[in-house]
């Protein structure tokens, strides 16, 4: 929820950046062909638009609050380290909505084929992934809430 508050701030700020741009290229006064005035309505609505989509996300945003035990079940929100029964490398996942997914940084979304796989799993569980590359599987080693 900080991160949405965070990022509606800064878009909070970006819009006031695209008032004073529409200000200035206004004082042209050459309003059929003024450009920067034209693309500066376009950035304010674009900003407008993101701004109410957050609002609406945060607004609607239930935060689960439950006890946790070692023996848990994943949830959104909860950090999960997998092991391939076949290389024994670990994997490190964040499972997230899908508005939050950032691959790059291990975030995944809930309703991906690994989310979808290893959402209400438990510690040691073995998880089957249907991949282009065939049948993976994965054992739950530690869940992180």
Same mark, same amino acid.
């Given at each position: 929820?900080? +991160?949405? +508050?965070?990022e509606i701030d800064t878009l909070k700020n970006e819009r006031h950046?695209?008032?004073?741009e529409m200000r200035k290229a206004a004082a042209d006064k050459d309003?059929? @062909?003024?450009? %920067?005035?034209?693309?500066?309505?376009?950035?304010?609505?674009?900003? @407008?638009?993101?701004?109410?989509?957050? +609002?609406? =996300?945060? !607004?609607?945003? /239930?935060?689960?609050?439950?006890?946790?035990?070692?023996?848990?079940?994943?949830?959104?929100?909860?950090? /999960?380290?997998?092991?391939?029964?076949?290389?024994? @490398?670990?994997?490190?996942? =964040?499972? /997230?909505? %899908?508005?939050?997914?950032?691959?790059?940084?291990?975030?995944?979304?809930?309703?991906? %084929?690994?989310?979808?796989?290893?959402?209400? !799993?438990?510690?040691?569980?073995m998880v089957e992934i249907s991949a282009p590359v065939g049948r993976?599987?994965?054992?739950? !080693?530690?869940? @992180?809430?």
């Amino acid at each position: 929820i900080s +991160e949405l +508050e965070t990022e509606i701030d800064t878009l909070k700020n970006e819009r006031h950046d695209a008032i004073d741009e529409m200000r200035k290229a206004a004082a042209d006064k050459d309003f059929k @062909e003024n450009a %920067p005035l034209h693309a500066a309505r376009e950035r304010r609505s674009y900003l @407008e638009g993101q701004i109410m989509k957050l +609002e609406s =996300t945060l !607004k609607a945003a /239930v935060v689960i609050n439950e006890k946790k035990g070692s023996n848990s079940r994943i949830v959104i929100g909860d950090s /999960v380290i997998l092991l391939d029964s076949g290389s024994g @490398e670990e994997l490190r996942y =964040t499972l /997230v909505s %899908p508005r939050e997914v950032d691959a790059a940084r291990g975030k995944i979304s809930s309703v991906s %084929p690994i989310g979808q796989a290893i959402l209400g !799993k438990t510690q040691g569980d073995m998880v089957e992934i249907s991949a282009p590359v065939g049948r993976l599987r994965f054992r739950v !080693k530690k869940i @992180e809430h």
